[in-house]
């Protein structure tokens, strides 16, 4: 495939597109969650437990499917990664628990291929002036394609019923994988085919310590990845579980909440361009994501703090401030690692760290989940996921004080 374009600038298109369809996919089920768990038989606050599975089948992706991941090449990667998801919403639709278990695995799964893949393809291409704002771009793609699935999943739901939404998701995920077959030539140069990926390689049990081992060896990228995991906990919560607080708990209606949840993410998509911007003039992205944590959990109680069958336009508002600090820290932290990172691993160090990340998108849901069948109520489980962003912001405070001139190596 030729191109006048440069090619930074098609692999940019290409990873964000694929964020974006990643995220959609993987959002399908939050967004839905009211309708498909009273359909499946289950409380609505088990969506925190589904929730939490799907992030599980991320990190078990990601602990031992590296050899794969090198294997494949990044493009490859991605389209397998969207064709394990369509395979788990096949199984979602057919609306029995126990394959739910099954499907939020393979979706998590799918959605693992993402960051390692997306990383490896900026690392190569992206201007070295601008990187943490391609990545914040790239990363943006999260947050508009759960955007766009509030947007249309929930009035599809509502109109025809949760299964025909999750056929408009299976139908996305699979033209996604056609569309970018023509530049895998361009963007796969790195792909390492001689990698074996045999059980042996897939399953050594060194695997299970490799992140926390090579995180381990740079004090930097440990405690920047630390608060990402606490960042993960707030945003995994805010995405489970803000449509069905909304719905369930305020008494707005299902196209309502998704056009409020909308707002937070696209919220979301302007704050990861604008702040990825704003960290590379500072040049000092750990000190931004700190500030940026004790400004999100302040929004959180605001969020938390909506009265019962509250205003639309004032629900939007607040759900759009959330999002802008909530949910817009992840491409500064990706652009850091990936510096931080020896330039021949990338792919490795992105993947560990990521592992450790999405331990938070697995603790947030299921500790709000717990929460909310402990107190009964669900603004209290908020303010306790935010309290715990504010503790990492002042122990990273702490952090950066003591390293002085040296925390931004």
Same mark, same amino acid.
């Given at each position: ?287 931004? /994501? ?34 802008? /600090? ?84």
């Amino acid at each position: 495939m030729s191109s006048r374009l440069p090619l930074w600038i098609i692999a940019l298109g290409t990873t964000l597109g694929m964020q974006s369809v990643a995220s959609f996919l993987n959002q399908s089920l939050p967004i839905i969650a009211p309708l498909l768990m009273a359909g499946a038989g289950l409380a609505p606050e088990r969506i925190g437990n589904i929730s939490s599975l799907n992030s599980l089948g991320t990190v078990l992706f990601l602990m031992f499917g590296a050899p794969v991941l090198l294997r494949l090449g990044p493009i490859r990667s991605l389209q397998m990664g969207a064709l394990l998801a369509v395979a788990g919403l096949a199984l979602a639709a057919s609306g029995y628990w126990p394959l739910l278990i099954v499907a939020a695995l393979l979706m998590g799964a799918g959605y693992a291929p993402s960051p390692p893949a997306g990383s490896k393809i900026l690392a190569a291409t992206a201007p070295p002036d601008h990187r943490t704002l391609i990545f914040s771009i790239k990363q943006a793609g999260a947050p508009a394609g759960g955007a766009l699935a509030g947007l249309i999943l929930a009035p599809v739901a509502a109109i025809w019923g949760w299964s025909a939404a999750l056929l408009v998701s299976i139908a996305l995920g699979l033209a996604a994988c056609l569309v970018i077959s023509p530049v895998r030539l361009l963007l796969d140069g790195e792909r390492d085919s001689t990698q074996k990926i045999g059980l042996r390689q897939l399953f050594h049990p060194t695997h299970v310590a490799a992140p926390f081992h090579l995180l381990g060896q740079s004090p930097t990228m440990l405690s920047v990845t630390a608060l990402a995991f606490s960042f993960a906990a707030v945003q995994g919560a805010l995405t489970s579980f803000s449509i069905t607080y909304l719905f369930t708990g305020l008494g707005l209606s299902l196209e309502q909440a998704g056009f409020a949840f909308a707002c937070m993410q696209v919220a979301g998509v302007v704050a990861r361009i604008l702040l990825g911007w704003l960290a590379d003039r500072t040049g000092r992205p750990a000190h931004n /994501l700190t500030v940026q944590a004790f400004c999100a959990a302040v929004m959180m109680w605001f969020f938390a703090g909506l009265p019962v069958h509250p205003a639309l336009w004032g629900t939007s508002l607040i759900c759009a401030g959330t999002g802008f /600090l909530a949910a817009s820290w992840n491409g500064i932290y990706m652009a850091e690692i990936a510096r931080l990172s020896p330039p021949n691993r990338i792919t490795e160090v992105t993947s560990s760290s990521t592992v450790v990340t999405f331990l938070g998108y697995i603790v947030g849901p299921s500790l709000y989940s717990l929460l909310v069948t402990i107190w009964g109520g669900w603004r209290m489980p908020f303010l306790v996921i935010a309290a715990q962003l504010a503790v990492m912001a002042l122990v990273q405070t702490v952090v950066l004080a003591r390293r002085g001139p040296h925390a931004r190596k």
